[in-house]
């Protein structure tokens, strides 16, 4: 079962198809009347670009892991929202004849989420797609990954600072691990995974498969042939102790020559764990009316941009733990 997961609009044969055909369409403008024609058909161009975003998106939730670890809310551009946690501050007393009853009401804590706005513009170069050197759908599913990167980045990041040195859960238990080395220990591990689920159900544990390996020696399982289609829909790559491993995918930014990084740590020395309630929320507002497109004839360059905007808080950091590999 996928749970806890966004989920895309289409599958991925069908996110295939949909690229396959606005690369068709481009080609057949391309080849009758050039860039010019690419340039004059205004109305295909703003439909082709409008499903070029959606693919990237649609790539983007197809492996989105950000539900592991958030409650996901929409708001309205220009609003400023109040989010009230109820704290169950009821109990039972002793009742006696004729006596005015004791009456208790939750206590709640209010917070709110300050949002940013943001922008992932990218250029599909028609030369490339010309001459069958790239395709639209390649530059679209690199702006997918870009897109996760982001996410994975926003959401780590909070989560990190949440669990910092000295944070502490109900009982006073450390919600970081210090480890003695570079490979995670079982007690390391299974002490987190205890604390976890003293609180919590449907216990995840989340990095990237280098950092998640040595678990595998501590007897987790993989679950066979029946999780193959759930490891390449979403990188749940096994179980250990009841809880879910998830990997993220490390990947290599040749820009800026580094891996993945947390608050400036190396994906490869981070093992989140979460828990199936999140205790985070990411309010996101819907910026679409900005989306654009545009065309350089003279580079002969396609170009379109998705904006967004979203701010995410965590209100319950014992929901969650961090490992932190040395």
């Known amino acids: 079962m996928f749970h806890n997961f966004a989920k895309a609009s289409v599958s991925r044969e069908d996110l295939a198809q949909k690229l396959a055909d606005v690369q068709a369409d481009a080609m057949k403008r391309l080849n009758e009347g050039g860039v010019t024609a690419f340039n004059a058909d205004m109305q295909w161009r703003g439909e082709a670009a409008a499903l070029v975003r959606e693919a990237v998106t649609d790539t983007f939730r197809l492996s989105d892991p950000t539900p592991i670890f958030t409650e ?37 804590s209010v917070h709110t989420i300050k949002t940013s706005s943001f ?30 990167r982001h996410y994975v980045d926003l959401t780590m990041t909070a989560v990190d600072k949440a669990c910092a040195v000295g944070a502490v859960d109900l009982k006073g238990r450390a919600l970081r691990t210090m480890a003695t080395g570079a490979d995670v220990a079982k007690a390391e591990v299974d002490g987190q995974l205890r604390r976890m689920f003293s609180f919590n159900t449907g216990v995840t544990i989340f990095g990237s498969r280098f950092a998640l390996d040595p678990i595998y020696s501590f007897a987790a399982q993989n679950g066979g042939d029946a999780s193959k289609e759930e490891y390449r829909q979403r990188g749940v790559i096994g179980t250990y102790r009841g809880a879910r491993m998830v990997e993220l ?16 740590i190396d994906m490869d020395k981070l093992i989140f764990i979460s828990a199936g309630v999140p205790g ?18 003279v580079k002969a360059q396609w170009s379109t941009g998705v904006r967004f905007e979203h701010g995410i808080l965590v209100h319950t950091p014992w929901r969650y733990g961090v490992i932190q590999l040395a």
């Open 249 to 264: 995918v490390d990947d290599m930014n040749i820009f800026y020559q580094s891996f993945s990084k947390v608050n400036g």
């Open 72 to 108: 996901r809310r929409e708001g309205a551009l220009g609003d400023t929202y109040e989010f009230e946690h109820l704290i169950n501050t009821l109990r039972v007393v002793e009742y006696s004849p004729q006596s005015a009853p004791q009456i208790f009401t939750p206590r709640k």
């Open 280 to 297: 985070a929320t990411l309010l996101e507002k819907n910026l679409s009316a900005l989306n654009w497109e545009t065309m350089d004839v």
């Open 119 to 148: 922008e992932m513009a990218f250029g599909i170069p028609l030369q490339k797609v010309l001459v069958g050197q790239h395709t639209i759908g390649t530059y679209a599913t690199m702006a997918g990954q870009a897109l996760t």
